[in-house]
């Protein structure tokens, strides 16, 4: 089973979905906390289904406060940053540029990229995390 | 301890300070759940007590700055760093540093900010409004040790400076009281870390970080 371990973090790193971030956490772990990384993850997975569910409804409600959204963006962004997020975090800044123009088509379009970006990184998380129990 | 001195860390002669020297016990505030969880595993391998709070109003609160409980505060345990991000929704980092640092209790209290922006005319206006240190996020493990380290240094610094000749604050060149005047500092009690003092220059201070 190490074997899959490695190979699902290799890919996860070389598909630029991690970045060195997510191993500076996994050097936080030992023996006495050797789950760290997987509970930062699913803060991290807790925290911004709350942002992308405030995020779609400031969006449905079809008018743009680019400010409110450049604020849940820049928490995004940030938490994204902290776990090593690598092509969300590339959303996330997207997503800012759009707000500062002013671009509520290049918003809609980057945030529904972003969601995608999330969701594969939280699947293959998850593989990731339960392998590396096996 | 001989009498006079008012010293509250012992230092041993060889000056070795892993072995002696008390925990530092760390306010870490931040608004992100996620970045919470990060520089409370990074102080806790540092070996450091940890409090985090969410936001800037919390902290005050805790410390007993908030006006409702007075300087004696919520907390038993006396805070030898506060670490805090620039950019939290009701008060910033910033407005933190500042209330910390016109609070006649807790400004020798060092306070470092964290931010994941790179923002120098920001990093300038913390500095000098008397911020320790300026970390870019995300925070790693080096940095927390680098800082770990400064505070300690400056902490020891304190204590020597108070215990040894006058030969030796000259020579550093840094204005403390005489060992043997016995009006010097007013710690509040004998298991206090001594609070560190800007004792450093502000030139000083920019060199650490280039």
């Given at each position: 089973m190490q074997r899959q371990v490695a190979l699902i973090k290799q890919s996860l790193f070389d598909q630029g979905y991690l970045d060195e971030q997510f191993m500076e956490l996994e050097e936080?772990?030992?023996?006495?906390?050797?789950?760290f990384v997987e509970e930062v993850a699913t803060l991290y997975f807790k925290d911004s289904a709350r942002l992308i569910n405030n995020i779609d409804q400031a969006l449905e409600r079809g008018s743009f406060d680019f400010n409110r959204l450049d604020s849940y963006m820049h928490q995004f962004k940030g938490s994204s940053t902290s776990i090593g997020a690598s092509k969300v975090k590339t959303e996330c800044t997207m997503f800012r540029e759009y707000c500062r123009a002013g671009n509520a088509e290049g918003c809609l379009r980057t945030f529904k990229q972003l969601k995608k970006e999330h969701a594969t990184l939280r699947k293959k998380l998850e593989q990731y995390f339960q392998a590396s129990k096996r | 301890m001989a009498v006079g001195e008012v010293m509250r860390m012992e230092i041993p002669a060889s000056g070795d300070l892993s072995v002696t020297s008390p925990e530092l016990h760390v306010l870490a505030v931040d608004d992100s759940i996620v970045d919470r969880k990060v520089i409370e595993r990074l102080l806790r391998i540092s070996a450091c007590k940890v409090t985090t709070v969410e936001s800037g109003t919390r902290a005050l609160q805790y410390l007993g700055l908030?006006?409702?409980?007075?300087?004696?505060?919520?907390?038993?345990l006396k805070v030898n760093l506060i670490v805090t991000d620039y950019?939290?929704?009701?008060?910033?980092g910033y407005d933190l540093l500042k209330k910390i640092k016109e609070s006649s209790a807790f400004r020798e209290i060092p306070v470092v900010i964290m931010s994941s922006e790179n923002i120098l005319p920001r990093i300038e206006q913390c500095l000098k409004e008397g911020a320790e240190d300026f970390l870019l996020k995300p925070v790693k493990l080096a940095d927390v040790k680098r800082i770990k380290e400064l505070i300690m240094r400056n902490e020891a610094e304190d204590c020597k400076t108070i215990s040894h000749s006058n030969k030796r604050k000259l020579a550093e060149g840094i204005d403390t009281p005489s060992?043997?005047?016995?009006?010097?500092h007013d710690y509040s009690s004998v298991k206090d870390f001594p609070s560190s003092k800007r004792m450093k220059s502000e030139s000083e201070n920019l060199s650490s970080l280039l």
């Open positions: 936080l772990q030992d023996d006495a906390n050797p789950n | 908030d006006g409702d409980k007075g300087a004696s505060g919520l907390n038993d950019s939290m929704p009701g008060l910033t060992p043997s005047s016995s009006s010097s």
